[in-house]
């Protein structure tokens, strides 16, 4: 059973359209985040999600949007995708998101923008 | 903003060779996690260092939390070919949010 998942594995797109990418995790937990991991490794926190309720957003452009819909579900929409948005989106949860907890990733949604 | 930094940012070793990796913090930590993200893979959590001089073995890695709390090293003792990856730090400052550092990527060659 995968703890976290995401789909797609793969997204490529043109530049100027509109994606969403899914994650769902069935650890029970209440925390859940997005990451993007650029080609350099560098894994930048984008959003956290208590229980259904943003918690973090970091500087991400208004172009991405986060949604919840219950706290197993964390999808990211993207508008007018850019070039720069070419990377690997990686979905997260744990337990109640302190920095105590374990954070559990899913495999990794891999975007590239043409 | 409280910054974290790790080096080295790439390593390259033989089989059997040691390896060591560091992250440093500017400001005391509450705690600290380290991941590691195979090629083509998620980050994984190994471990969490707590307390003041912490020092934890996983079979052939060594986790150490400074005295200060403000620095921690890992280190794998004849690394082997299944040690290849990204050994993030992600260290969580007082406001308990967890900072991650760039990872060090390390490559053995057999």
């Known amino acids: 059973d995968t703890a976290v998942s995401q789909t797609p594995k793969y997204l490529v797109t043109q530049m100027g359209n509109d994606k969403s990418i899914k994650c769902e995790q069935n650890?029970?937990?209440?925390?859940m985040y997005w990451y993007k991991q650029d080609s350099k490794k560098f894994l930048k926190i984008m959003f956290s999600?208590?229980?259904?309720?943003?918690?973090i957003n970091e500087t991400v452009p208004n172009r991405f949007s986060p949604k919840s819909p219950d706290k197993a579900h964390l999808n990211l929409h993207i508008n007018s995708l850019e070039l720069g948005d070419s990377a690997v989106y990686f979905c997260?949860?744990?337990?109640?998101?302190?920095?105590?907890?374990?954070?559990?990733f899913g495999p990794g949604t891999r975007l590239t923008v043409l | 903003g409280q910054q974290v930094m790790q080096i080295p940012q790439y390593q390259h070793v033989q089989e059997g060779e040691d390896f060591t990796t560091y992250c440093n913090s500017s400001?005391?930590?509450?705690?600290i996690q380290w991941y590691k993200q195979r090629p083509g893979g998620h980050p994984v959590f190994l471990i969490q260092?707590?307390?003041s001089g912490e020092v934890k073995k996983q079979k052939r890695l060594t986790f150490q939390f400074g005295e200060a709390k403000k620095n921690s090293s890992l280190h794998i003792t004849a690394t082997q070919t299944t040690d290849v990856g990204t050994y993030f730090c992600?260290?969580?400052?007082?406001?308990?949010?967890?900072?991650w550092g760039l990872g060090t990527s390390l490559a053995v060659n057999p």
């Open positions: 999600y208590n229980n259904k309720e943003l918690i």
């Open positions: 992600a260290p969580a400052g007082n406001n308990r949010k967890l900072i």
């Open positions: 997260a949860s744990s337990r109640v998101g302190a920095g105590t907890d374990t954070q559990y």
């Open positions: 650890l029970g937990h209440d925390t």
């Open positions: 400001t005391t930590l509450s705690n």
């Open positions: 260092l707590v307390k």
